[in-house]
């Protein structure tokens, strides 16, 4: 199995909402990523994930919060968005931090 | 058959050399492609953007693109020991379109 999983596919939260994105991946990898993609830009590292230390983007808002509930699934709960958070959120495993990365297939989150 | 494939590597060869990264695909209808580097625990940077087939240079970089074949290669001339990276290459299908599908990337050394 290579292959980065990502629930649900699509997601449409008002900002008062509570809501988490789900990653899975089977390959024993160690390292696992959040991304946020916005209309023709590149991914933007969010957090990493890596032999159960989370590393996080200093830029990246509280309203984000990344949790691994073990070593396969890395979910990332989002509280009170706002409309610009709207994007494309890929998530991402490695085998370790310098190894080639698998991404998802990615979660279209819409805030109203 | 997986939309785009990417042979992983890693790949390694001497300061100096050219490299040659390929990607395949299996999609007629992707039409915009992208070639990326990304740094260890980094996000992907855009390096070669191209549209439909043909060349395109940027210093000591070549994107060819042969759509008949499903085929787009990176050339990188004058290989340097900072080029060392996993090179990922994308595409999506019209420019509206925000959906990348990414390969897997392929880990690059230069050799000092």
């Known amino acids: 199995d290579t292959e980065v999983t990502q629930t649900p596919k699509h997601l449409v939260m008002g900002m008062t909402n509570k809501k988490s994105l789900k990653c899975e991946q089977h390959?024993?990898?160690?390292?696992m990523y959040w991304y946020k993609q916005k209309a023709k830009k590149p991914p933007e590292l969010m957090f990493v994930?890596?032999?159960?230390?989370?590393?996080i983007n200093e830029s990246v808002p509280s309203r984000f919060s990344p949790e691994c509930p073990n070593s396969s699934l890395l979910n990332l709960h989002l509280h009170a968005l706002q409309p610009e958070d709207s994007a494309l959120y890929l998530c991402?495993?490695?085998?370790?931090?310098?190894?080639?990365?698998?991404f998802g297939p990615g979660t279209r989150l819409t805030v109203l | 058959q997986k939309e785009v494939e990417q042979d992983p590597g890693p790949l390694s060869v001497p300061e100096g050399a050219i490299v040659s990264l390929n990607c395949t695909y299996s999609n007629s209808a992707f039409q915009y492609f992208m070639w990326y580097r990304q740094y260890s625990r980094k996000g992907p940077e855009l390096l070669m953007y191209t549209y439909s087939s043909g060349n395109k240079e940027d210093g000591r970089f070549t994107a060819q693109v042969d759509k008949s074949s499903k085929y787009i290669s990176l050339f990188i001339r004058d290989s340097q020991p900072s080029d060392s990276a996993t090179y990922l290459c994308a595409m999506r299908k019209w420019d509206r379109d925000d959906k990348i599908i990414f390969g897997k990337g392929t880990r690059l050394h230069i050799l000092p």
């Open positions: 390959m024993g990898h160690r390292a």
């Open positions: 994930y890596s032999y159960e230390k989370l590393s």
């Open positions: 991402a495993s490695s085998q370790e931090e310098t190894d080639t990365q698998y």
